[in-house]
């Protein structure tokens, strides 16, 4: 009988017990968000390794896990059940190359986001699937995730199913792991680093600005929209996010800028439209 480490939130727990009859041989690993930054370098003689919660926890599953299968279970829309790297917060934002893991299909399972993770987790997903769309790097294959991840949000706004919700992230996932982040991410990091904004509700925020400033023709038709506006009151309606005012914009636009990915959006970007748009969010 193979052997597993199973990572988890205090809020996850309920599922990794039930996961947990699966296997003969178990150890359990559960996570508070303080103790991210030391649980990565942990190592592990298991088998396996099976993460379940948000992108976080499915993150450092992924780096402990190493070169053993990981297994997740995700409980949010962040995507990194998708994804062959992970984040790390440090003084700058680090992208770890990991393996893609092995995505668990779990029906039923009782999940209740608290609001603010809830709207954190929609707006990455959000992001996600728009990035990866008007990418530089998009393709045929990534596209059409794209189109299927937003497809299962408008699906979870007007049903209020939260493996709706799962489904569009982890397919959303899938999109942005074929054409990596740009301009919205690029902002978001420096947002979470610098302004302790936690990186969903960072790109939430970002959503509008960077819409109405990239402007792209085709967003409209991945939404059944007509036109832009309709997405930026569609956002409004739905996420409820105050105006964000920044202090500094030279200072972030300047930070933003290091990542070079940013340059992978449709529209050029420069030090001095990036204070245009962070001045007028």
Not at 65 to 80: F, K
Not at 180 to 195: D, E, F, G, Q
Request: net charge positive.
């Amino acid at each position: 009988m193979s052997s597993l480490l199973i990572i988890y939130s205090k809020h996850t727990k309920h599922i990794a017990i039930n996961e947990a009859k699966r296997f003969k041989d178990v150890e359990f690993l559960e996570v508070a968000k303080d103790q991210y930054s030391t649980i990565i370098n942990m190592k592990t003689e298991k088998d396996f390794v099976m993460g379940i919660g948000g992108g976080s926890i499915l993150d450092i599953s992924k780096i402990i896990a190493q070169d053993r299968r990981c297994l997740v279970i995700p409980t949010t829309a962040a995507g990194a059940s998708s994804t062959a790297f992970a984040t790390v917060w440090r003084e700058i934002k680090d992208s770890v190359k990991t393996q893609t893991p092995i995505l668990l299909h779990r029906k039923n399972q009782s999940i209740n986001l608290p609001h603010k993770v809830l709207i954190s987790t929609i707006c990455d997903a959000l992001a996600h699937a728009i990035e990866s769309f008007w990418s530089k790097n998009a393709n045929n294959r990534s596209k059409r995730l794209s189109r299927k991840a937003i497809k299962y949000l408008m699906k979870y706004f007007k049903k209020q199913q939260i493996e709706d919700l799962i489904k569009a992230g982890v397919i959303a996932g899938e999109a942005i792991n074929i054409t990596k982040t740009n301009i919205i991410h690029a902002i978001s990091y420096p947002l979470t680093i610098h302004y302790d904004i936690c990186h969903g509700l960072a790109c939430g925020y970002l959503l509008i600005p960077i819409i109405n400033y990239v402007n792209d023709k085709r967003l409209p038709k991945l939404f059944g929209f007509k036109n832009k506006y309709q997405i930026i009151s569609f956002i409004r309606k739905n996420l409820l996010l105050e105006r964000l005012k920044i202090k500094k914009p030279e200072l972030l636009a300047n930070l933003a800028l290091k990542y070079l990915r940013i340059h992978e959006s449709p529209k050029k970007v420069d030090k001095r439209s990036l204070i245009n748009v962070l001045s007028d969010m």
